[in-house]
């Protein structure tokens, strides 16, 4: 007789395990089974065949026995048993037992074997700090509802701002960009690329109906894994952790400054890493550097060479190793002198200004900072002081002697790595489009306006080895355009037509033509191709088979998309840059009267 298989225990569904099976097996109500997935970094996984009615939530069968060994349940498992005996303890009296049993059920044990389990290399600690910086930030600034939130928004703002400072003291800062969420910041940390999100600094509430256990289970462990990583880079860069706290300047909302991160004289600090531009001629020229040493060790012997490793090495062209070591230190010195953009600036912060963004900028590239309060470095009435960032168009007090500047000025240098002329950031201006360092420049054929002013700026920087502070950044470039004939393709008698119906509608015969001057012009597509003839063009849909034959028609719909969203893009653009046109002349007009 043949045995009648059940559901489930064949196929792949068999490797999937539901989450009320999984908390039967690991005998933990769902707030601990939650907690110990987010420590053990554990994710949901749906089978391939899942209906999409069903909102089940499956994982893996080799997850979950591997939970079944954890360390950590025998915890959850005695603190459940502790808190059985609280009611007995406040029954009975007995406070001092009561208060035991409660510090004990909020204690975590250690998590450093879990850290070390899911991070045995430390850059793959480094890749997960994007999401740990920015719920770290989050908690920073959420306000102390209750005790355990208190507690975790004194310890992440504490985390972040140690993160800060290592920043600050490696000019590792790379991209920092202002949004509507917030402010974006990449940094460049042991060969890694480090993006968080900083919120704006509103007062924040959390919800009651807020998963606490889920927020709490994330905040523990990025905690934990935000220790262990500032400890290895303070320690690399040859700095003392953790630094000490200044609680006078912390009392007097000091910000950064309320940290005095000091040099440890007991420790060398390794050689910063400097991130450097990976075109192909660059890699090839630092991985011959690398192998300078070694080739003492991997020459072979004249006498030893085949005739045909000789024929390879004719062909190889001669490797000039000190061009190439000097190329790598122009680099390198390039990129150093980058970091130092606004080194010997003195700048002073307004009040106004959100103060914690635009001084973490300005010290991650070498500036003098104050502010106004009892700490301060130097008064607003210091005459040394070059830059006042102001965020108002009126102030009661100029002085002569210094740049008074919006804060946007201060991210666009930053990312573009040079220092624009101020003149379009003086207070009371519209400020320039603020580009994203993190988008791409040229997308589909469009290029943003601003774009093609900075590079022109670069390239002055470049040619002439400084920026004039007396260049006009946003005057127009001269492009070609093609003049649009509006009767191209007409008959004589359409043509007549029109002017008839124009001569109805009361216009004038100069009034059309002024019409026809003024529409917008289209301009050359510099990537635009001659159609080939019929039988040169390909057919793929023809071709291809079902599944290819969608995917394809859904690529050619994309960029069918994107071609007339650039095109709308263009459109908006030269109709601004017409009616700024029109109101400048309009200008004139009335000066010259």
Same mark, same amino acid.
């Given at each position: 007789?043949?045995?009648?298989?059940?559901?489930?225990?064949?196929?792949?569904?068999?490797?999937?395990?539901?989450?009320?099976?999984?908390?039967?097996?690991?005998?933990?109500?769902?707030?601990?089974?939650?907690?110990?997935?987010?420590?053990?970094?554990?994710?949901?996984?749906?089978?391939?065949?899942?209906?999409?009615?069903?909102?089940?939530?499956?994982?893996?069968?080799?997850?979950?026995?591997?939970?079944?060994?954890?360390?950590?349940?025998?915890?959850?498992?005695?603190?459940?048993? /502790?808190?059985?005996?609280?009611?007995?303890?406040?029954?009975?009296?007995?406070?001092?037992?009561?208060?035991?049993?409660?510090?004990?059920?909020?204690?975590?044990?250690?998590?450093?074997?879990?850290?070390?389990?899911?991070?045995?290399?430390?850059?793959?600690?480094?890749?997960?700090?994007?999401?740990?910086?920015?719920?770290?930030?989050?908690?920073?600034?959420?306000?102390?509802?209750?005790?355990?939130?208190?507690?975790?928004?004194?310890?992440?703002?504490?985390?972040?701002?140690?993160?800060?400072?290592?920043?600050?003291?490696?000019?590792?800062?790379?991209?920092?960009?202002?949004?509507?969420?917030?402010?974006?910041?990449?940094?460049?940390?042991?060969?890694?690329?480090?993006?968080?999100?900083?919120?704006?600094?509103?007062?924040?509430?959390?919800?009651?109906?807020?998963?606490?256990?889920?927020?709490?289970?994330?905040?523990?462990?990025?905690?934990?894994?935000?220790?262990?990583?500032?400890?290895?880079?303070?320690?690399?860069?040859?700095?003392?952790?953790?630094?000490?706290?200044?609680?006078?300047?912390?009392?007097?909302?000091?910000?950064?400054?309320?940290? !005095?991160?000091?040099?440890?004289?007991?420790?060398?600090?390794?050689?910063?890493?400097?991130?450097?531009?990976?075109?192909?001629?660059?890699?090839?020229?630092?991985?011959?550097?690398?192998? !300078?040493?070694?080739?003492?060790?991997?020459?072979?012997?004249?006498?030893?060479?085949?005739?045909?490793?000789?024929?390879?090495? $004719?062909?190889?062209?001669?490797?000039?190793?000190?061009?190439?070591?000097?190329?790598?230190?122009?680099?390198?010195?390039?990129?150093?002198?980058?970091?130092?953009?606004?080194?010997?600036?003195?700048?002073?912060?307004?009040?106004?200004?959100?103060?914690?963004?635009?001084?973490?900028?300005?010290?991650?590239?070498?500036?003098?900072?104050?502010?106004?309060?009892?700490?301060?470095?130097?008064?607003?009435?210091?005459?040394?002081?070059?830059?006042?960032?102001?965020?108002?168009?009126?102030?009661?007090?100029?002085?002569?002697?210094?740049?008074?500047?919006?804060?946007?000025?201060?991210?666009?240098?930053?990312?573009?790595?040079?220092?624009?002329?101020?003149?379009?950031?003086?207070?009371?201006?519209?400020?320039?489009?603020?580009?994203?360092?993190?988008?791409?420049?040229?997308?589909?054929?469009?290029?943003?306006?601003?774009?093609?002013?900075?590079?022109?700026?670069?390239?002055?920087?470049?040619?002439?080895?400084?920026?004039?502070?007396?260049?006009?950044?946003?005057?127009?470039?001269?492009?070609?355009?093609? /003049?649009?004939?509006?009767?191209?393709?007409?008959?004589?008698?359409?043509?007549?037509?029109?002017?008839?119906?124009?001569?109805?509608?009361?216009?004038?015969?100069?009034?059309?033509?002024?019409?026809?001057?003024?529409?917008?012009?289209?301009?050359?597509?510099?990537?635009?191709?001659?159609?080939?003839?019929?039988?040169?063009?390909?057919?793929?849909? /023809?071709?291809?088979?079902?599944?290819?034959?969608?995917?394809?028609?859904?690529?050619?719909?994309?960029?069918?998309?994107?071609?007339?969203?650039?095109?709308?893009?263009?459109?908006?653009?030269?109709? $601004?840059?017409?009616?700024?046109?029109?109101?400048?002349?309009?200008?004139?007009?009335?000066?010259?009267?």
């Amino acid at each position: 007789m043949v045995k009648r298989m059940k559901k489930g225990e064949r196929g792949h569904t068999s490797k999937f395990v539901t989450r009320r099976k999984a908390i039967r097996e690991l005998r933990l109500s769902l707030g601990e089974f939650r907690k110990l997935c987010i420590l053990k970094g554990i994710h949901p996984r749906d089978p391939n065949n899942k209906s999409r009615n069903t909102r089940q939530v499956s994982y893996h069968r080799k997850d979950i026995s591997f939970l079944k060994y954890e360390p950590l349940i025998n915890h959850f498992r005695q603190v459940s048993a /502790t808190r059985k005996k609280l009611p007995g303890y406040s029954a009975k009296g007995k406070i001092e037992q009561l208060k035991k049993a409660q510090e004990e059920i909020k204690q975590l044990p250690s998590l450093a074997p879990i850290l070390k389990e899911r991070y045995p290399e430390f850059k793959l600690a480094l890749r997960d700090l994007d999401d740990a910086l920015t719920t770290l930030h989050l908690f920073a600034g959420v306000t102390a509802q209750n005790e355990e939130l208190g507690k975790h928004g004194r310890e992440a703002a504490r985390l972040v701002r140690e993160f800060d400072w290592y920043v600050i003291k490696t000019r590792s800062l790379s991209k920092a960009f202002i949004s509507i969420k917030g402010y974006y910041y990449q940094t460049f940390v042991e060969g890694q690329n480090v993006t968080w999100l900083v919120p704006h600094k509103f007062k924040t509430e959390i919800s009651r109906r807020y998963p606490a256990v889920i927020y709490n289970s994330f905040v523990d462990f990025y905690k934990a894994l935000m220790s262990f990583v500032l400890y290895k880079l303070y320690h690399d860069a040859g700095l003392k952790y953790p630094p000490v706290l200044d609680q006078k300047k912390e009392d007097d909302s000091s910000g950064l400054d309320a940290l !005095l991160v000091e040099y440890d004289d007991t420790k060398t600090p390794k050689e910063r890493k400097i991130y450097i531009p990976k075109t192909k001629a660059e890699k090839d020229s630092i991985k011959r550097i690398k192998t !300078l040493n070694m080739k003492a060790l991997t020459k072979l012997d004249e006498e030893k060479k085949t005739e045909e490793q000789e024929l390879i090495e $004719i062909k190889e062209e001669p490797i000039d190793d000190e061009e190439q070591k000097r190329i790598f230190e122009g680099q390198k010195e390039k990129i150093e002198n980058q970091s130092r953009l606004f080194e010997g600036m003195k700048v002073f912060i307004s009040r106004e200004v959100p103060r914690h963004p635009v001084e973490f900028v300005l010290l991650s590239f070498g500036a003098q900072i104050s502010y106004e309060g009892p700490s301060a470095p130097f008064p607003e009435t210091d005459r040394t002081i070059t830059h006042q960032i102001v965020d108002r168009d009126f102030q009661r007090k100029k002085y002569l002697d210094r740049v008074y500047i919006q804060p946007q000025w201060i991210f666009d240098c930053a990312n573009e790595k040079l220092l624009i002329p101020p003149a379009e950031y003086y207070p009371g201006k519209n400020l320039p489009p603020h580009l994203s360092p993190f988008a791409p420049n040229f997308v589909d054929g469009y290029q943003p306006r601003r774009r093609e002013q900075l590079d022109r700026l670069k390239q002055q920087l470049e040619e002439n080895g400084f920026v004039d502070s007396n260049t006009v950044v946003n005057e127009p470039l001269e492009t070609e355009y093609e /003049t649009v004939n509006p009767n191209a393709g007409l008959t004589e008698e359409e043509i007549y037509q029109k002017e008839m119906e124009a001569e109805k509608s009361g216009k004038s015969f100069s009034q059309a033509l002024d019409e026809e001057k003024n529409r917008p012009k289209k301009r050359k597509d510099p990537f635009e191709r001659k159609p080939k003839a019929l039988w040169e063009t390909p057919a793929p849909h /023809t071709v291809l088979t079902g599944s290819k034959r969608w995917l394809f028609k859904r690529i050619s719909a994309q960029q069918k998309f994107r071609k007339k969203r650039v095109e709308q893009l263009i459109y908006r653009r030269n109709k $601004i840059e017409e009616e700024e046109r029109l109101q400048a002349e309009a200008k004139t007009q009335k000066t010259s009267k």
